[in-house]
T-cell receptor, first 112, second 112 residues
Framework: SAVISQKPSRDICQRGTSLTIQCQVD?????MFWYRQQPGQSLTLIAT?????????ESGFVIDKFPISRPNLTFSTLTVSNMSPEDSSIYLC?????????FGSGTRLTVV | GNSVTQMEGPVTLSEEAFLTINCTYT??????LFWYVQYPGEGLQLLLK?????DKGSNKGFEATYRKETTSFHLEKGSVQVSDSAVYFC???????????FGKGTRLSVIA
């Protein structure tokens, strides 16, 4: 299975600022997925990132708030922009392969 | 559309008790089914999977059988340990390069 390195593992940020989360995969993958997990909740898909094209966002998520880059087949970033306390969550990236989907270790974001 | 329904938690069991966490799904076609586990403060790990009807996935003493006739994939373990305390997520995948669809998760607490 692919191995994902996700950074940072946690951060405490001031409201109104932005944070960029990085995911590096040890093999080339077509699709990468970004999820949000609010405290005590399940995972909600934010967007699907395909290399060389704009990300596809789920209902309730917009590019201005969560811009995503996918410059190559092993790397992606998610930015949480103009943060508010409601953005406090765990953010996870994921890649899919035939044997199963792998997740990054997550970024625990607290906005104060 | 595709959806996964899990039993509500939290579930509290004594050590060595028998565990069942129910999971049913709705999907078009023939999805693959997964159980993921999230230990406190950690990311998601694949626990087991099944890719076709009547397949049984197993790992670390946990088992789940893909039942097409009842559209279910219940997770079982014969004797739980304190170290099994975690949140368990049932998920389905309908086709390659699409995101997993998750249930809401079931928190399990095992007490000594």
């Amino acid at each position: 299975s692919a191995v994902i390195s996700q950074k940072p593992s946690r951060d405490i940020c001031q409201r109104g600022t932005s944070l960029t989360i990085q995911c590096q995969v040890d093999s080339q993958v077509t699709m990468m997925f970004w999820y949000r997990q609010q405290p005590g909740q399940s995972l909600t898909l934010i967007a699907t990132a395909n290399q060389g094209s704009e990300a596809t966002y789920e209902s309730g998520f917009v590019i201005d708030k969560f811009p995503i880059s996918r410059p190559n087949l092993t790397f992606s970033t998610l930015t949480v922009s103009n943060m508010s306390p409601e953005d406090s969550s765990i953010y996870l990236c994921s890649v899919g392969q035939a044997e199963g989907y792998t997740f990054g270790s997550g970024t625990r974001l607290t906005v104060v | 559309g595709n959806s996964v329904t899990q039993m509500e938690g939290p579930v509290t069991l004594s050590e060595e008790a028998f565990l069942t966490i129910n999971c049913t799904y709705t999907a078009t076609g023939y999805p693959s089914l997964f159980w993921y586990v999230q230990y406190p403060g950690e990311g998601l790990q694949l626990l087991l999977k099944a890719t076709k009807a009547d397949d049984k996935g197993s790992n670390k003493g946990f088992e789940a059988t893909y039942r097409k006739e009842t559209t279910s994939f219940h997770l079982e373990k014969g004797s739980v340990q304190v170290s099994d305390s975690a949140v368990y997520f049932c998920a389905l995948l309908n086709s390659g390069n699409t995101p997993l669809v998750f249930g809401k998760g079931t928190r399990l607490s095992v007490i000594a």
